[in-house]
């Protein structure tokens, strides 16, 4: 007989677990090189961003600086200033005398499609700018010609763009200007009409002249400098509706002495935000001091000054691109004032060397990546300086004009910047005989190259665009390291197994009754 059972057998079997881990380590290192060498061809990049490419099999993460050690190249220029008449260009216009019609600065627009330049003739001239012209290394310097041009009554004071500009946007695509003994005037950057006006008319109808104006980041409210006084607007009303924030109050002579006073008494000739988005700005004054105010509750915060130095009034205030420095330019100074906000309000930290020894206003600025900051001087040189690496420290002194440089303006995302030249002049040869003008000006034009670029260089009252060189900052993907780590892990558990046995049982022995 056959039969079979069924056995459960406990036992503990042993399980040995290998794990290997692969670690890849990279190791990165920035370099500079040519533009050329990682994208031919390719355009600049904006500046304001870092972007990665993918070149021969190689992975890069690459931004640019400029590049300030080689003169800049001249792209176009324009010199249509010294062409007005002499009873002047419109009716509303200054009447000129030839060859005095220099410039008083000139700023490109935020979305750079345009330039907008001031000049002696109380006029405000609007340029396109040609953004291919950049890219063509072949094309001779071309002369611009205003496709728009608005004229104040007055001497214009003061003049900025729409900080939202966006040519793609009709309603964003103005500019104000303020000139003497006028409101603050709303232009359309389309077709130059007039859209509104900004009237400071304070308490018994007394007016208020404007010296200065800045938008705030958001484009929300207008500041406007006054006597003693900041008068902010809604940028969305003009009107006479304002709010008003005080600067500093009159001295009141007593019996005994003059009273303190604590702000900034005088003229607000500059005004100028923070760029962090924390509220701050800064006012410069005639009186030869910065003011730092509060735009959430318009408090001061503090007075900066500077008793070892000769500068006349402030001219011009201008922040770091990171809130973190604060540089401010003087009438009849040979400096620029640089004050750490952060860290120490007391001291100047930096001193960036410029000559000058009349009160025109030189208007300098920073480049879009922050790292250098470009002013002309009364001679016509170009002084580059570091404020980011090393602050203060001089990159460049590029001679590069006959007259006075009174204005710099970088472009927001192309390699270029403007620079608008002349000076207050009180010459007699030319009042009457427009052949002799004619002839010396275009005997100036033709001789006048630098030897180092063969850029053509005008004479005085003209914008140039020139087109600065750049290096490239790329990182690399150098080498790559693999590790390789096992561990074993080893566990015991406790099984059941269910054993089937057979057996035969042997019947031949049994009875078979």
């Known amino acids: 007989m056959e039969g079979e059972s069924n056995e459960l057998i406990t036992e503990e079997v042993t399980t040995i677990t290998t794990t290997t881990t692969t670690t890849t380590s990279t190791t990165i290192q920035e370099e500079s090189i040519p533009l050329e060498q990682v994208l031919e061809g390719e355009q600049p990049i904006d500046p304001n961003t870092t972007q990665t490419i993918d070149n021969a099999s190689t992975n890069y993460t690459y931004y640019y600086t400029p590049d300030f050690t080689t003169p800049p190249q001249l792209v176009c220029y324009s010199d249509e200033f010294d062409e007005v008449n002499a009873e002047g260009s419109s009716s509303s216009s200054k009447k000129i005398i030839r060859g005095t019609n220099f410039l008083k600065g000139s700023k490109f627009s935020p979305d750079g499609t345009c330039l907008l330049s001031c000049s002696e003739d109380n006029s405000l001239r609007l340029f396109e700018i040609d953004q291919s012209m950049v890219y063509n290394e072949n094309a001779h310097p071309t002369n611009l010609k205003s496709v728009l041009k608005v004229s104040e009554a007055g001497t214009i004071y003061d003049y900025c763009w729409y900080p939202k500009m966006s040519s793609q946007d009709s309603s964003s695509s103005f500019f104000v200007s303020t000139s003497r003994s006028s409101p603050v005037h709303m232009w359309d950057a389309f077709n130059g009409k007039l859209k509104g006006s900004y009237l400071p008319y304070l308490h018994a109808d007394e007016f208020c002249y404007v010296y200065s104006m800045c938008f705030d980041l958001q484009g929300e409210k ?10 902010v607007f809604q940028t969305s009303d003009p009107s006479s509706n304002f709010q008003v924030i005080k600067t500093g109050a009159k001295k009141r002579k007593t019996t005994k002495a003059w009273d303190n006073f604590t702000g900034q008494l005088g003229i607000i000739s500059s005004i100028s935000f923070s760029p962090d988005y924390s509220g701050m700005f800064a006012c410069g004054c005639y009186n030869k001091t910065v003011g730092l105010y509060d735009s959430k509750n318009n408090n001061t915060i503090a007075i900066l000054s500077d008793a070892q130095s000769t500068m006349g009034g402030v001219t011009q205030v201008h922040w770091g691109k990171d809130g973190k420095y604060l540089f401010a330019g003087a009438r009849k100074s040979n400096e620029i004032l640089v004050w750490d906000v952060r860290a120490d309000l007391e001291n100047v930290v930096a001193r960036l060397q410029r000559p000058l020894s009349s009160n025109q206003r030189l208007y300098f600025d920073i480049d879009p990546t922050g790292n250098y900051l470009v002013t002309g001087d009364q001679e016509g040189n170009i002084w580059v300086y570091d404020i980011y690496n090393d602050l203060g420290k001089l990159v460049a002194h590029i001679p590069q004009f006959q007259d006075t440089i009174n204005g710099v303006s970088f472009h927001p995302t192309l390699p270029i910047l403007s620079l608008s030249t002349g000076q207050r002049k009180y010459p007699n040869k030319y009042i009457d005989n427009d052949e002799d003008f004619k002839k010396d000006k275009k005997d100036e034009n033709s001789n ?65 009754s």
């Open 222 to 231: 207008l500041y406007c400098g006054g006597e003693n006084r900041v008068i």
């Open 448 to 512: 006048n190259y630098n030897n180092n670029n063969d850029n053509l260089i005008t004479n005085a009252n003209t914008i140039q665009i020139f087109k600065y060189n750049q290096t490239i900052n790329y990182i690399p993907t150098q080498t790559e390291t693999q590790t390789t780590v096992t561990t074993t892990e080893i566990t015991s558990t406790m099984i059941e197994t269910e054993i089937q046995s057979a057996y035969i049982i042997d019947n031949s022995n049994l009875d078979p």
